[in-house]
């Protein structure tokens, strides 16, 4: 992805192998967060001056079955592996400070990023986590992946981005980059549908 000595891109030609993603995630393990705002995701209503905010919500169903299904796809990573985004390592555990690199294939190029996960949720009625960017990252910001509960056993998915553009790349078409955003907000969403569906 990138010569000795250089710092990775995030914007590369080839799409990276399994090793290299997973060789990423390690070194950029000990990196800063690029934002301040650490839970913004999670809280509703909050997106800070000049950020923007991208939501997707799917019915998953009712019942205990439904709600165990849920909560093992965001173990297992379904809503990303449902919007096509390579995740590594291959299963992250879903604990606070674990650091991912993801790949996304474009026609004629990738897009590879770092997050940490910085929040994670487990009640009994509500479950999921958050992860915030690295400096390898085309955005600055937060997304979260959460399931719910309602009294009357309906489950639900909720995921939410709330984030800007730093990378050249992103900055310069800012149109682009926030569908960008709310497309892979919606293929979260129906990955999930999709996972506990079958």
């Given amino acids: 992805m990138s010569g000795a000595g250089r710092r990775p891109r995030t914007l590369v030609l080839r799409a990276p192998t399994e090793r290299a993603l997973v060789d990423l995630s390690e070194r950029e393990a000990g990196r800063p967060l690029t934002y301040d ?116 056993g309906a489950v639900t998915f909720r995921a939410r981005s709330v984030a800007r553009p730093v990378q050249p790349f992103a900055r310069l078409a800012p149109p682009v980059a926030r569908l960008m955003i709310a497309g892979y907000t919606r293929l979260y969403a129906r990955g999930m549908r999709e996972y506990v569906r079958r």
Avoid at 120 to 130: H, L, S, T
């Fill in 37 to 152: 705002e650490v839970g913004v995701s999670l809280e509703d209503g909050v997106v800070p001056p000049g950020w923007n905010e991208s939501v997707a919500v799917a019915a998953l169903g009712a019942g205990d079955d439904v709600w165990e299904r849920a909560r093992r796809g965001l173990d297992t990573w379904a809503a990303h592996r449902g919007a096509r985004i390579r995740v590594a390592p291959p299963s992250p555990v879903l604990e606070e400070g674990t650091v991912v690199a993801l790949a996304v294939h474009l026609r004629v190029a990738a897009i590879v990023a770092t997050c940490r996960i910085v929040r994670v949720v487990d009640e009994p009625d509500r479950y999921g986590f958050a992860y915030g960017t690295l400096p390898l990252h085309p955005e600055q910001g937060e997304e979260s992946f959460l399931v719910q509960r309602a009294a009357n």
